[in-house]
């Protein structure tokens, strides 16, 4: 049975269109998102009794990972706000 020939024709899949790989990529950001923001919000939660300086490098990578993740589904010419 294996190795398989190659299946007729008629049964290939048809080719991989330009629509399909953007909603392909606009998923994979979408998760993405998510993801970032779900380990900020977790950051965030884990460390509520900071000292003054790991506060600021906290908050800076908390912020940047909340900017990254808005960016990740802005178009340009399209704003979040």
Not at 26 to 48: S, T
Request: aromatic fraction near 4%.
């Amino acid at each position: 049975m294996w190795p398989r020939k190659n299946p007729p024709a008629s049964s290939q899949m048809p080719p991989v269109t330009d629509e399909m790989m953007d909603a392909v990529r606009a998923a994979r950001e979408k998760g993405l998102q998510n993801d970032l923001l779900v380990l900020a919000q977790r950051l965030r939660a884990e460390a509520p009794d900071r000292s003054s300086e790991f506060n600021a490098g906290i908050d800076w990578a908390l912020l940047w990972l909340e900017n990254t993740a808005r960016q990740l589904t802005e178009r340009p010419g399209q704003s979040s706000e």
